[in-house]
């Protein structure tokens, strides 16, 4: 079995749909396609949800009527026969009627999830019939009756992979299986989702259910770049990653991947493809447990950074000082990016600031804290960068850049520094220039 996913732009229109088509039915091997919303719909989604939120019902029932008639036209030019065309404009209209109702009831997170996860299921269900028009064996498979996440917001795999399996069982002839990506339900079972861009996540977590033999990541672009094309020019495509390299590029911003995307398929050791819907002939970027070259490899930079610094009240860091901080941090289940010490401050950064004034006030019992926002994390990431020659003298290349800490050595393969997101762009484009171009860059 393979998995695919492809993302919001190569579903994001009738023609990019067709190319979906072609490169599923390339080969006879059986596969589960896993599909996000069209692109643009679940930004719109999010605002809906957002106006709903407010009170603001007249704009909310206005976007939603809005976002309902372009699915009609997209419906239109998706499909030929008159049946089909029926059925996926009765599914849609319906869907956002399940929308509309939602706007007068008291607002709650499962309202803005379930509204959230519409993109999904009109895409999967839009693309199935287009696929069932042309004669192909393709099942739809819900995927609430499968995914689920636990407690702790992680993948329930045991579930997942029960559940799974017998809804494939099912259906052992089809050619293929569509899936929604993202969504999901909670430990209560209640719909949620994997948080944004979470449909690689989903993938993986499927790969891994059925160890998939290859699962492909299908995207806008010819696969992992050596930084961020967002923001920096001429930046090249990677053939080679592996799993540790991937992993820590995407937790640290490389939006071509969900943070989480990696660590599915790294302990099974299944090979993760990134592949560009748009030129599938293009190599794209294998990522598996092979170590290739050495020296920095690629460049990311991850935003809405947080930096706190705490200050002992005595001189120095007393023993059980690190212990008492980080026990207030887990407490409130904040994860910790970077952290640098000195003798009488420890400074570290965090993205999640939902328990921030909670956790500062229990620090301030025993230290004097120092809170600054806007930062972005800005990682180097290539097999033993710190042994590579060329490192040291990257700090030169940032010389007129404000670096707030620098995180080296927590791993070979890592060097993360901390910068204000208004210096990120310039951090991101003089290191692409020093490391990749090896031009002089002025000092
Ligand atoms: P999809 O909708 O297919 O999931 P995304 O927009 O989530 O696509 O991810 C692909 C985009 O990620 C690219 O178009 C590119 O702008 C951006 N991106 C950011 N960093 C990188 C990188 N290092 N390599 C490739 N793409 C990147
Ligand atoms: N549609 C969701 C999002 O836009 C999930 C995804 O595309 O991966 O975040
Ligand atoms: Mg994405």
């Not at 991947?257 to 560009?276: A, E, F, G």
């Amino acid at each position: 079995m393979l998995v695919y996913k492809f993302g919001g732009t190569s579903v994001g229109s009738v023609i990019n749909m067709n190319h979906v088509k072609d490169i599923i039915t390339a080969d006879n091997e059986q596969k589960i396609v896993v599909l996000s919303a069209m692109s643009g719909t679940t930004n719109a989604l999010v605002e809906i949800s957002g106006l709903m939120e407010q009170g603001k019902t007249n704009q909310a029932i206005e976007q939603i009527r809005q976002l309902n008639e372009s699915y009609n036209a997209t419906v239109y030019d998706l499909l030929q026969n008159e049946d089909p065309r029926k059925a996926v404009s009765a599914y849609v209209n319906r869907s956002f009627k399940l929308v509309l109702d939602l706007v007068n009831e008291p607002f709650t997170q499962t309202i803005n999830n379930t509204v959230l996860a519409t993109g999904e299921l009109l895409s999967t269900y839009m693309f199935s019939r287009l696929l069932q028009q042309e004669g192909i064996n393709a099942v739809l498979l819900p995927a609430l009756e499968f995914m689920r996440i636990d407690r702790s917001h992680e993948p329930d795999n045991f579930y997942i992979q029960q559940n799974l399996t017998r809804l494939l069982e099912a259906t052992p002839d089809a050619d293929m299986y569509i899936t929604q990506g993202f969504i999901c339900l909670d430990a209560e079972g209640q719909i949620t989702n994997l948080q944004r861009g979470g449909s690689d996540y989903t993938a993986t977590i499927l790969g891994a259910a059925v160890q998939a033999k290859e699962v492909q990541i299908w995207t806008d672009i010819d696969g992992f770049h050596n930084n961020d094309p967002r923001y920096v020019n001429d930046t090249q495509a990677l053939s080679h990653l592996s799993y540790d390299e991937a992993a820590e590029l995407a937790y640290f911003g490389a939006k071509i991947l969900h943070p989480q995307t990696v660590m599915p398929v790294r302990s099974l050791d299944i090979p993760l493809r990134l592949k560009n819907t748009m030129a599938p002939e293009a190599h794209g970027t294998l990522i598996t447990n092979q170590v290739n070259g050495e020296g920095i490899k690629a460049i990311a930079a991850k935003d809405g950074i947080t930096a706190i610094k705490i200050k002992s009240v005595r001189m120095l860091l007393a023993h059980g000082f690190l212990k008492k901080v980080f026990e207030i941090f887990e407490r409130y289940e904040t994860s910790i990016d970077m952290i640098t010490t000195s003798e009488i401050a420890v400074s570290l950064t965090i993205d999640d600031t939902t328990n921030l004034e909670a956790i500062t006030a229990e620090l301030q019992e025993f230290a004097t804290v120092e809170v600054d926002d806007y930062m972005s994390i800005v990682c180097l990431v290539g097999h033993h960068i710190i042994y590579h020659p060329d490192t040291p003298e990257l700090f030169q290349v940032l010389q007129d850049v404000n670096v707030r800490m620098i995180a080296y050595g927590g791993s070979n393969n890592n060097i993360s520094l901390l910068v204000n997101t208004s210096d990120k762009l310039e951090s991101l484009q003089k290191l692409q220039r020093y490391v990749f171009e090896k031009s002089m860059v002025k000092m």
